[in-house]
């Protein structure tokens, strides 16, 4: 099976940089990825990450590691529109499909 | 273009009774999922329907829930004699090809008294 552990809630004050892990069991995946979803919206893709290594995408970061069974999201130049919830995803092998499956989701709350 | 959207935004109904929820994905995307998400959880993976392949329904809870495609595009999501733990929004996300990118519709928002 997998898991996905991620810390429930973050803070950070608006302008700093905060990190968002995401840990995992799982016996294979295709990749990484990571959704935003802010109060009462859709979740909305952010990043993947196929390989190891890091994927930048404007203030938005994401890395894996496959041998430490570890990612993350970093987050630069924080803005009060960035409060929300982020899931780190994945898409496992053992079952053959390509559906997601999600952390519990991490709370972002940015602060003035 | 237009994005993934769901029917009703919004619905509430009583313990027992059945339930029908609509997705209509991304024009051209052949990959269909259906999630749920419980308030303040992650996205509890439903139902997954790719092409004209057999949907893969290992998600789902119970047999009193079922989904079909129709023509490789609308989707409907049908719960019979809902129960109040059936309370979640319900999400749709399409896929150009099974692919990691998944795009989300705003999600039904069910409510079972």
């Known amino acids: 099976g997998q898991s996905l552990e991620q810390p429930s809630e973050v803070t950070a004050v608006e302008g700093a940089i905060v990190q968002i892990n995401c840990t995992y069991q799982?016996?294979?995946?295709?990749?990484l990825s990571w959704y935003q979803q802010h109060d009462g919206g859709a979740p909305t893709f952010l990043s993947y990450?196929?390989?190891?290594g890091l994927e930048e995408t404007g203030r938005f970061s994401s890395f894996l590691s496959r041998s430490d069974s570890y990612g993350y999201l970093l987050l630069q130049e924080l803005q009060m529109k960035d409060s929300a919830s982020y899931f780190c995803?994945?898409?496992?092998?053992?079952?053959?499909?390509?559906?997601?499956?999600f952390g519990s989701g991490t709370r972002l709350q940015v602060q003035p | 273009g237009a994005g993934v959207s769901q029917s009703p935004s919004n619905k509430v109904t009583e313990k027992g009774k059945d339930v029908e929820l609509r997705c209509d994905p991304i024009?051209?995307?052949?990959?269909l999922y259906w999630y749920r998400q419980s308030l303040g959880q992650g996205l509890e993976f439903l139902i997954y329907?790719?092409?004209?392949?057999?949907?893969?329904k290992s998600g789902l809870p119970s047999d009193r829930f079922s989904a079909e495609r129709t023509g490789g595009s609308v989707s409907t999501l049908t719960i019979q004699r809902t129960q109040q733990e059936d309370s979640a929004v319900y999400l749709c996300?399409?896929?150009?090809?099974?692919?990691?990118?998944?795009?989300f519709g705003p999600g039904t928002r069910l409510l079972v008294l």
């Open positions: 995803a994945v898409s496992p092998m053992d079952t053959g499909r390509r559906a997601l499956t």
């Open positions: 996300a399409s896929s150009l090809g099974g692919g990691e990118t998944q795009y």
């Open positions: 799982t016996s294979g995946f295709y990749g």
């Open positions: 990450n196929a390989l190891d």
């Open positions: 024009s051209g995307h052949t990959a």
């Open positions: 329907f790719q092409g004209n392949s057999a949907p893969d």
